[in-house]
């Protein structure tokens, strides 16, 4: 008998991942914990994946436009206010919330309970954006919103200074 191998198994030397309950790299912003399960270096930079739980009366970040990529919102617990211009919609656990490039958004936790969703980059160019701010704070500079737009705008985005 005769093993057949599959040469597809793998592309260009990438190998599975597994990321389990408690690994993955945390990143802290104020009162929202980050935990990024893929940062793209499996996914060929295609697809970045991070769970992050947003404490009670948590505001997101300003609202802004991505250039590049898209963003994904899918909320495993929680209530999770999703501002796209001038609309809001509440997303419930179960919802997944999909922002194109282009599209002006932000997020907030305006309720008394923890809510925690997964995020999907696509390609994977966001997630350096998150290290970037947590070097700021680590380093004891203030996050002004300056220095966020500093940060966004190596990440081919900025804010939607328009909205405000």
């Not at 093993?3 to 592309?11: L, P």
């Not at 739980?53 to 997101?60: D, K, R, S």
């Amino acid at each position: 008998m005769t093993e057949e191998v599959d040469t597809n198994a793998t592309q260009a030397g990438t190998a599975l991942s597994v990321v389990g309950p408690g690994e993955g790299e945390t990143i802290v912003l104020g009162t929202t914990r980050m935990r990024v399960l893929e940062d793209g270096s499996h996914t060929g930079h295609r697809l970045a994946i991070a769970e992050s739980v947003l404490a009670p009366h948590t505001q997101g970040p300003p609202q802004h436009r991505h250039a590049q990529h898209d963003e994904g919102f899918y909320v495993l617990s929680g209530t999770v206010r999703f501002t796209v211009g001038d609309e809001h919609h509440d997303a419930t656990t179960g919802t997944l919330v999909m922002v194109p490039p282009g599209t002006p958004h932000t997020f907030a936790n305006l309720t008394d309970q923890p809510a925690v969703m997964l995020s999907t980059f696509t390609p994977d160019l966001y997630v350096q954006y998150f290290r970037d701010l947590q070097e700021v704070l680590a380093d004891g500079r203030p996050l002004t919103p300056r220095a966020n737009a500093d940060a966004m705008s190596r990440y081919a985005t900025e804010p939607a200074t328009d909205l405000v």
